[in-house]
Nanobody, 125 residues
Framework: VQLQASGGGLVQAGGSLRLSCAAS????????MGWFRQAPGKEREFVAT????????DYLDSLKGRFTISRDNVKNTLYLQMNSLKPEDTAVYHC???????????????????WGQGTQVTVSS
């Protein structure tokens, strides 16, 4: 499955952005999906994950209440709604699909086999 993330940009602190991740080549309907981010000089960091139906999701603790992950399996698209953005949210955001055997390691980047190219989010203070 090929993933294409979009929706990033420059926003002031307190603002909002909605990221999209369009999938092609295969339906994402049965895959656990996730968002990760990487800031300059830092390790890739888990942001959020959602199960195949959208009925279960989880977030990095510091993002709970500000970010919302969702999916539309008909449109084959994953979303990340980001509200009350802070300068420390500045990073390249990547979407990912767990297309391999499920191991339960849904908070870890190595669980996900397919990755989008990333979209830059910059939050100014």
């Amino acid at each position: 499955v090929q993933l294409q993330a979009s929706g990033g940009g420059l926003v002031q602190a307190g603002g909002s952005l909605r990221l999209s991740c369009a999938a092609s080549g295969r339906s994402i309907m049965y895959y656990q999906m996730g968002w990760f981010r990487q800031a300059p000089g830092k390790e890739r960091e888990f942001v959020a994950t959602i199960n195949w139906s959208g009925g279960s999701s989880d977030y990095l603790d510091s993002l709970k209440g500000r970010f919302t992950i969702s999916r539309d399996n008909v449109k084959n698209t994953l979303y990340l709604q980001m509200n009350s953005l802070k300068p420390e949210d500045t990073a390249v955001y990547h979407c990912a699909a767990d297309t391999g055997p499920y191991t339960g390691r849904i908070y870890y980047a190595d669980e996900y086999e397919s990755w989008g190219q990333g979209t830059q989010v910059t939050v100014s203070s």
